[in-house]
C-alpha cells in the first residue's frame, strides 16, 4: 500500500524566513499530488495540485510545490512566510490504477510563524 | 451557501455505547469520505463511498460502520468495537470518487470517551 511522509512534524519560522517543508511517498506508478492546509479554527483546505505537466506547481497565497519524480517527492515551498500561514500542512497522494479510489494523507506539519 | 454541515460538533460516548456522526454536503457531489484526525498521524481513511447505495472500507475501517442512502448524507457510526474512539472526525466530499478531484471538507466532530 501507498505511504506519504511527512518528515517535519513541527516547525517554527520568522516572519520573512523562507519555508520547505517535505514531503514523499511510496508508490512507484504514476500519481497525483496535492497539499492541503488547516488554519486554526478553520477546516481544511486545498493549496495546490499536481497531475501532469510542469513539475512546479503553484498555488495560493504565494505558495509553490516542486514534484521530482526520481526521488518521490513533492516539497512545499515558500520565500518569505508570514504570520497568517501559521497552520498545519497535510500532503496527499492518490496512486492510480490501484484500485484505491481515494487520497492517502501524510501526518502533517505544523507550522508556527513568529511574528 | 454550498459545503459539507457535520454535527454535532463536539459528541460524548460511554463506554459500551454506539454513536452516530452526522454528515450533509449539498454540493451535489457523488463522492463522500470519512477520515480520523489523531495528533501527529494526520488523516486516516476510514470508509468512502463512489455513489449512493455504494461504499468501501478504507485503511482502518474495524470498529465503525456506514450507509449511504442519499446522495447528500453519509452518517458514521462508531460502535462498541471500537476500542479507542476519542479522535477528531473529518466527513469530505469530491465531484467524483476518481482521486483527482480536490475534496471539500467539513469543519469536524470531537468525539470523546466518558
Known amino acids: 500500500a501507498q505511504s506519504v511522509s511527512q518528515h517535519n512534524h513541527h516547525v517554527i519560522l520568522s516572519e520573512a524566513a523562507s519555508l520547505e517543508l517535505g514531503c514523499n511517498y511510496s508508490y512507484g506508478g504514476t500519481v497525483n499530488l496535492f497539499w492541503y492546509v488547516q488554519y486554526p479554527g478553520q477546516h481544511l483546505q486545498l493549496l495546490l495540485k499536481?497531475?501532469?505537466?510542469?513539475?512546479l506547481v503553484k498555488g495560493i497565497k504565494g505558495f509553490e510545490a516542486e514534484f521530482i519524480k526520481s526521488k518521490f517527492s513533492f516539497n512545499l515551498r515558500k520565500p518569505s512566510v508570514q504570520w497568517s500561514d501559521t497552520a498545519e500542512y497535510f500532503c496527499?497522494?492518490?496512486?492510480?490504477?490501484?484500485?484505491?479510489?481515494?487520497?492517502?494523507f501524510g501526518s502533517g506539519t505544523r507550522l508556527q510563524v513568529q511574528p | 451557501d454550498g459545503g459539507i454541515t457535520q454535527s454535532p460538533k463536539y459528541l460524548f460516548r460511554k463506554e459500551g455505547q454506539n454513536v452516530t456522526l452526522s454528515c450533509e454536503q449539498n454540493?451535489?457531489?457523488?463522492?463522500m469520505y470519512w477520515y480520523r484526525q489523531d495528533p501527529g498521524q494526520g488523516l486516516r481513511l476510514i470508509y468512502y463511498s463512489q455513489i449512493v447505495n455504494d461504499f468501501q472500507k478504507g485503511d482502518i475501517a474495524e470498529g465503525y460502520s456506514v450507509s449511504r442512502e442519499k446522495k447528500e448524507s453519509f452518517p458514521l457510526t462508531v460502535t462498541s468495537a471500537q476500542k479507542n474512539p476519542t479522535a477528531f472526525y473529518l466527513c469530505?466530499?469530491?465531484?467524483?470518487?476518481?482521486?483527482?478531484?480536490?475534496?471539500?471538507f467539513g469543519d469536524g466532530t470531537r468525539l470523546s470517551i466518558l
Open positions: 496527499a497522494v492518490n496512486a492510480k490504477n490501484t484500485g484505491r479510489r481515494a487520497l492517502t
Open positions: 469530505a466530499s469530491s465531484i467524483v470518487s476518481d482521486g483527482d478531484q480536490p475534496q471539500h
Open positions: 454540493l451535489n457531489h457523488d463522492a
Open positions: 499536481y497531475f501532469s505537466g510542469d513539475p
